[in-house]
C-alpha cells in the first residue's frame, strides 16, 4: 500500500505507512488546510496563497528521503556507530508531518496579542487523548506520542531525527524555501536538493555534509538570506501584520470594556477574550473564522475598528520608512503628527525589525544556541561552514533586519482636502529621505 | 506611473492605468483574494489553493499583451479596416479584470441551492452606484461602467474585444489552463502561450490566427480537454462537491422547517435562507464565512447536518463509481441499499456528470453557439481548426464526460463491524466492477 | 561506489555498476559526445545542439528507474510468474546505454549514399574483440556482449527487457522525447515521466500500464505525436539534410569518376567512397570530420560540389512547398523551370515525405508489427490504449506525415538581376498557392 | 518584417532589423554553430554542449529589450539629458550581436599556444571589406563598421552603449550566465531577469539600476560568484583544457622540428604552426577541424602526442590537487616523482590558477579599471553596491580562485603492476590529503 500525493515542488510525495495516511485524514492535520502557510505575505506576493497543510506534507516528504537515503547508504550495523538506525525512521516521519501541527490562523500576531504558544499546543495536540491525530500515533506504542512531540521539542536522545526536523538546514527550512518561492514566483529560494540530500550523512553527534557539497550548501545559506530579505521582510506584508495585530488588540480592548457590538457575538474568539481557552477552542480557529468576524466589524459603531477591519480585509497597508538608532530620537515627534492630521497613533503607527516577524531569520546574535553546519573532509575531520565560505561568512557576521516606522498613507499626500492638515503633512514629510528618517535641514 | 505584480505565470504583471490599480484596490475586487479559484479542487491536489484574484489579474495581463502586440503590429488606419482601434485598450482591460468580480464561494454550487446568479451580480457590482467598482469606472466617462458589462455580457459591438475575453481561446481559458497547471502541479495545461499571442490577429468578424500557428492552437486545445479530464472532473473533487451541495440544502431545509440550531445564528446566510438578499449581502460572502458556519455546525443537533460538515471541512469524500444509458436502471437498487445501511440517500447519495460542474468544456453538441476557431492562410482565406487537425476533430465529435453514482465510502468496506450489515455490504460490491456499475452474475 | 552524471532532464544520472562507468569510458561511447543527436534540426532549432552521449545516458537512467520501480514493487517470487526477476537489470541496463552506439555522423543521410547500416553497426560494435566496449561486456560474462546485442536487436528471450529500450512507450522514446523538448526550448514534448513510471508494470507478455495512468499515456502519446509535426518534421531541417544528402552524392560522384580534387585528400572518407570500410574506419567519423571536409570543399574546383558545402555550412536552406497525390504530376514542369533558371535538378531540387526521415512517427499502418500499449483493469484484464482514448485513436487512424517538393529559394525571387530569368521565376510561381502546388488558373 | 527564433532562454529572439538577419546569414557568423561556448566545460557537465551562435544572439536579444525598454522609459528630449537616444540602437544590437565574432575553437587555449588574438580578429572581421560581416555593416554607412567596433573595443563615445555590453553587469554576462547554467543543469547562474531589466536606466555616464532592485543585482553577482566556482572553475574541465593545451604545443614542437607524420597533413593548422596566417585561415577552424586533427594523431608515432589526442578524445583527465604559497616549493619533487614514474612531467603535469582560465570572474584588485555597479537612490543620488549588500562585499575582498597541480591518475594507484612503480606512487600519496598538497608526517 504506497499512496501518492501529488505535489508542485516534490512532484509526488508517497506515503507509505497506513499511519501517515491516517495522520493526514485526521481533523487537526485537515484544518491546516485553513490556514495560510504565509499570514500576510499574499498581500504583496498575490499568488503566495498556500497552506500549512501543503509545507507540512513537503517536510514529511524531504524527511523520508532522507531515511531512504540513509538506509541506503549508510545503514547502522551496531548499536552506536553512528550511522543510521531505520528504526528511527517513523518517529521522524510523524514529528515532520506533524511539526507545524499547532499552528492557528496568523500565528505570531495571534500568540502576540492572546498569549497562545504553537509549541506547548502542539505538544497537547500530540500528547492529549481527545485529539485524532493522539488516537493514531497512539496505535503505535503508547509512548509513540510522546516520543514524536520530543523529536519536535528536540528533547528526543537521537540527534539525527532531531536534526532532520530542526537545524540550521533541515527539512523545514529546505520545505518552505523552495515552497514560497514557488508559489510567491521569485526565484531566490531555490537551491540544489538533490545535491544537499546526497552530501548528506549521519554521524554520531547528528547530521553533517560531505565537503564536496560545500557550495550547494552556501547556495542553500545564500538563498535563505536572500527570501528572508526580499519575501518575509517585505515591508508592505510587515505592515498588514501590523493592522492585524492593531485590529485584534481594538477588539479585545473594547470587549474588555464591554464596547465590543453585541448583536453579532464573535463565539469561536470569545473564550481567548476571556483568556479562557482549552484545546478545542483552539482547534476552531481558522483564517476564515478571523475574516468572518473582521466582516462583521466593518459595520462596528467603533470608527477605529471598522476602519482597521477595512483596512485589513481591502489591503490598504500602512506606509513604512527605516529607523536607526541615530534616528530613533525623532519617532515621537512623528508620533505626535500623526496624532495631530487626526490617527490615534496607538493604533496607527508602529514600530518594528525583522525580528518580530514571524520567521526565524539567520540569526547568529541570538542567545538561542544553534546547531552549525559541519562538512566532512576525506578523511573524516569536520569543518564548520562559515570558515571556508566567504559568503556565509559575510552573512554570519552582520544583523541583517531593518527597522520601520509604520504610518498612515495619507501622511505622503502631497496635497490635503483639509486644509488645516496640509501643513502637518508637511513637515512630517520633512524627516523622510530616500525612504529613511533623517534631521531635516533647516531652511 | 507604471507599477508591477510579482506573478509566477506572466512574471510580472504591468499596470499602466490608475484605473486598472483603483479597481484592483476596490473592495469587491479584493474580496477575491478569499474566494478559490478552483472550488473543492483542492481536495485532491493539494496545490491548487490559488484565489479568483489571482485568475483575474493574468487574464488581465493576458489582454494586455493581446492589445500591446494588435497595436504594434495591427494598428487601424481608418475606421472598418477590420485592424486595431487601441481606444479599445481600455474597456477591453477593464473587462478582462471584472469578467469574474461576481462569482462568490463555490460559486456554482451555492447557485444551485440559493438561485444567485454570478454573471447577474457581474452586471449588477459594475453598473451599480453602490459599488467602489462602479465609481471607479463612472470616472472614465458615465456610459463606461454599461460598456465594460456589454463585453462581459458579450453584446458590446466590436467583436475583436468580445472575443478576447470569451472565446473558445481567449485571455481568461488562455490563464486558467496555464495557472491551474502550475498551482496543481501537473503539466497537462501548459501550452505556448507566446507562440498563440504572436500568430493572433484581428480581422472584421473578431480574432483569428495565422495558420503557421496551427500546432500551437491544437496544443492548446488538447491541453484544455486534458486539464477537463484530469483535473475539473477529477471524481474525488466532484464528490466533495456533492457533500458541499448536500450540506447546504440541508441547512437550508432545517432553517425552513425551524430546526436550524439558533444559538450560533449564520448571520450571513440569512438572506440567502430567507431568498431575500442585495448586493451587499452577497459581498460579504467568502469561503471563510461558509467554512466558519460549517465549524459551527459540527456541533449540531441535526446528525445529517453535522456529519456532513465534518465531512466537508475534515476531506472524508464519497465514492463514486461510473455508470451509463444501460446500467442507470440499478441506480434505484443501489440507492435502496444505501438506505438500508443506514444513511439517508437523499444526503449520501448522488449522480453526476462531468456537465454539471463548474467548467465549461469544450462541448460541440451545445445548443449555445460557440465561435469557431478560424486560422488565416497566406491569401487571407480562413480555414476552421478542426477540418485540418485530426487531433482536435477527434475530440469535436465525441462527449467527453463521465456518469457517476456517489455513495458512502463504508459500502465498500470488505467486512463490518456491525454484522447485520455485512450482506448488505455484500450485495451493493456485486453491483460494481472496475469502477463501474455493472450487472452481476449469476452464481 | 556510486557515482553521479549531472544532466538537465534527470537532474541527475545514477551509475550503480562499475561495467557502466567503463562502458561510458571507452572510445566507442565517448565518440558519442562528437554525433549531434537531432542531426540538422539546430539549424531551425538553435538550441538543439545536444549529442547523442546525452541521449544515452539518459535511456540508461531510465531505464534504471524502471528496473528500481519493478524490483521494490513487483519483485518476481518464482520462475514464470510474470514478475521482475531483477538478474536481468544489468543486460537493460547495458542494452539502454549502448542502443545507439552504432550511429554515426547524420546518419540516416549518411546510410543512404554509403550503404552503412548503424544497427548492424552496433550489434558489431558490442561483439566484436577489437572494441573496448566488447572488452568492457565480456568482463562480465563471454556471452554477455550477445545478450546486450540481443536485446538491441528485440530477440532475447524476457519481452520485459526488450520493450523498455523498445516499444512504443520506452525508455529510448521517453528520453528523446523529453530532451529535444528541453534543448530545442519548445514544450510540446514534455509529459508525466514520473506518472508513467509509476503505473507500469510487469506482466508475462511484457510491460503494461494500470489504467489509472490512462491519460498520463495518452499525453505522452499526443506530445510524440506534436513533436513529430512540429519539430523532427520542419520543413528547414528536411532541406538541411536534403542539402547535405546531395552534397555527399556529389562527392561520391567526383570521387568514381576521378574529378574529385586530390590537393586535400578526404581521407577518411576514402573507404566509403572505397565502398571497402571497416570497423576502425567507422569508428574515426564525426560530425566534425564531415565538416573538416565541406570547409575544404567550398573551395573545390566543381561548382555543385562547392556551392553545396557552403550552403550547408553556411545555413542557406532551400525552400519547400506541399504537393500531393493530385499535383504531383506538375513536378517534372517544376523541375523543368528550374533547370531553365540554371540549377542542375539533379542537385537542386528534391522530393520527401516526412517518412524519410531519420524519425519512425507513430505510424500503424506499416507493415512491422509493433507492441501495441495494453493498459491493465483492476481485475488484471488488458485493453488497447486506441479503444479508449479518442486522441490516441484520432493520431492512429491517419498518416500524419507531408511531402514536399524543395528547390531554391531563388526561384520565389520577386525580381531578377538577370532579366531572361523573371519569366521563368513567374511561371513558377504561378504554381504555387499558400505553401501547395497548385494548378494555375488560367488569366 | 519580424522575424523570431526559438529560444530555450529568451523563448523567443525578435529581429526586427534586415541587418541583423542578414549578420546572422553571414559564414563568419553561422561558423559559431561549430564552436561550442564551454570549451571543454561539457566534459564534466555533458549538457554543455551549446555553441557560441546560440550565445551571441541571446546577447542581442537582451540587448533588444534593453534599447526597447529605455525608449519606452527614458527617451532622451534633448542632446545631453543622459536619457537614451533611440538612434544608438542599431550600432547596440549589431555590437552585442557581433561581440564574440572572433573567437576560434578553444580560444583562450587555442591563443596561449599559437598567439592569436580573438579581439583583434574581431575588429577585423568587423573591417575588412573581404568579409560578408563587413559587406553587412557597410550597407548602413561606411563608417559603422569602425563603429561597432569602436563599441566592442570600449572606445565608443556613448557610455551607455558601451556598457550594456561590457561591464559587470551587460547583455553579454547576463545571457551566459543564463544560459550556461540550462545548459549545464545546474542552477546557480539564474537570476531574476525581468526584473534587472526593469530597474535598469540611463544616465549621462552609462547605466546604473533603481535601488529598489538592489537584491535583484545583489542575485545577479552571488550568482555569477557561484557559476564561476561551481562550474567555470571545475578541475575537471581544467584538467582537459591542460590536456589540450599540452597536446597543441607537442604537435607544434613536432612540426617545427620536423616530425610530425607527413602521411597526414593537418592543412588547416599549418599557416598556425607556421605562425603565419591570414584572417581568411582563421576563419576555416572550427572545433571539428581540431578534433579531426586529434583523431589522426592518435595513430601518430609520437607517443606522447598520440597519447595526448587519446586523452583529449575519449577523455581522460588528469587529476589534480590545491596547493598554496607554502607548499609551492613541493612542486620539483612532485615532478620529479612523476617523471620517474615514465611520464614526461613537461607534458603530464601542470598548474593553473582559475584566473588561467578563459573567464573574467569578479576580479576587482585587478589592475584593469571596471565599471562599478551604481545604484540610483530615490532623490538621483548614486551609491555603490558592495558599500550597502554585505554578501557583494563578501565576494569583492577576496581572490577565490584555486591554485591546482595536475598530474596522471596513475599517480593515485594503490597498487602497480608493474613493482617498481609502487614505492614512486606511494611517496607521491604521501604528499597529498583532503585534496591539498601537505608536507608529510614523519613516521
Known amino acids: 500500500m504506497e499512496k501518492v500525493l501529488r505535489d508542485p515542488i516534490h512532484n509526488y510525495i508517497f506515503i507509505q505507512h497506513q499511519v501517515i ?33 501543503t509545507h507540512s506534507v513537503g517536510v514529511y516528504e524531504i524527511t523520508r528521503q532522507i531515511c531512504e537515503l540513509f538506509q541506503r547508504n549508510y545503514p547502522s550495523k551496531k548499536k552506536g556507530d553512528g550511522l543510521w538506525d531505520d528504526h528511527e525512521r517513523l518517529v521522524a516521519l510523524c514529528a515532520a508531518l506533524l511539526h507545524d501541527i499547532g499552528h492557528g490562523p496568523y500565528s505570531h500576531t495571534f500568540e502576540h496579542i492572546f498569549h497562545t504558544d504553537h509549541e506547548a499546543i502542539t505538544a497537547e495536540i500530540l500528547t492529549s487523548k481527545t485529539t485524532e491525530v493522539n488516537q493514531v500515533l497512539r496505535r503505535v506504542s503508547s509512548n509513540f506520542p510522546q516520543e514524536v512531540a520530543s523529536v519536535i521539542q528536540k528533547t528526543y536522545p537521537n540527534p539525527q531525527v532531531v536534526q532532520m526536523i530542526s537545524s540550521q538546514i533541515d527539512a523545514d527550512r529546505m520545505d518552505y524555501l523552495l515552497r514560497d518561492s514557488y508559489y510567491t514566483g521569485t526565484n531566490y529560494g531555490t537551491f540544489d536538493l538533490t545535491r544537499i540530500l546526497r552530501v548528506m550523512r549521519p554521524y554520531k553527534r547528528g547530521i553533517t555534509f560531505h565537503i564536496s557539497g560545500m557550495h550547494a550548501v552556501e547556495d542553500y545559506i545564500v538563498s535563505r538570506f536572500q527570501m528572508y530579505q526580499q519575501v518575509y521582510f517585505h515591508p508592505v506584508s510587515r505592515s498588514m501584520e501590523v493592522i492585524l495585530s492593531h485590529l485584534l488588540k481594538r477588539a479585545k480592548v473594547l470587549y474588555e ?34 475574516t468572518t468576524y473582521f466582516i462583521h466589524w466593518c459595520d462596528s459603531s467603533d470608527k477605529i475598528l ?13 506606509k513604512s520608512v527605516r529607523f536607526n538608532s541615530r534616528t530613533t530620537v525623532l519617532l515621537p ?6 496624532n495631530e492630521a487626526g490617527y490615534d497613533a496607538e493604533y496607527y503607527t508602529a514600530t518594528n525589525d525583522s525580528y518580530d516577524l514571524p520567521y526565524d531569520a539567520y540569526d547568529p546574535t541570538s542567545q538561542k544556541q544553534r546547531t552549525q553546519i559541519e562538512l566532512m573532509q576525506d ?3 569536520l569543518v564548520e561552514l562559515s570558515t571556508i565560505s566567504n559568503l556565509v561568512a559575510a552573512i554570519t557576521g552582520k544583523v541583517s533586519g531593518d527597522e520601520r516606522f509604520f504610518f498612515p498613507k495619507e501622511m505622503l499626500a502631497r496635497s490635503s482636502q483639509v486644509e488645516v492638515f496640509a501643513p502637518i503633512y508637511k513637515e512630517f ?15
Open 429 to 443: 514629510q520633512s524627516y523622510i529621505k530616500n525612504g529613511r528618517i533623517t534631521v531635516p535641514k533647516l531652511s
Open 379 to 381: 578523511d573524516g575531520t
Open 257 to 290: 470594556k464591554g464596547k465590543l457590538d453585541t448583536a453579532i457575538t464573535p463565539h469561536l474568539l470569545l473564550p481567548f477574550f476571556k483568556n479562557n481557552f482549552c484545546l478545542s477552542d483552539y482547534l476552531k480557529l481558522d483564517d476564515g473564522v478571523l
Open 306 to 318: 471598522s476602519d482597521l477591519a477595512k483596512r485589513f480585509l481591502n489591503r490598504k497597508p500602512l
Open 21 to 53: 495516511l491516517d495522520l493526514i485524514n485526521t481533523r487537526e492535520f485537515q484544518r491546516l488546510r485553513r490556514i495560510r502557510q504565509l499570514g500576510t505575505s499574499n498581500s504583496t506576493f498575490h499568488g503566495a496563497e498556500h497552506s500549512r497543510f
Open 333 to 338: 515627534k512623528l508620533r505626535d503628527l500623526v
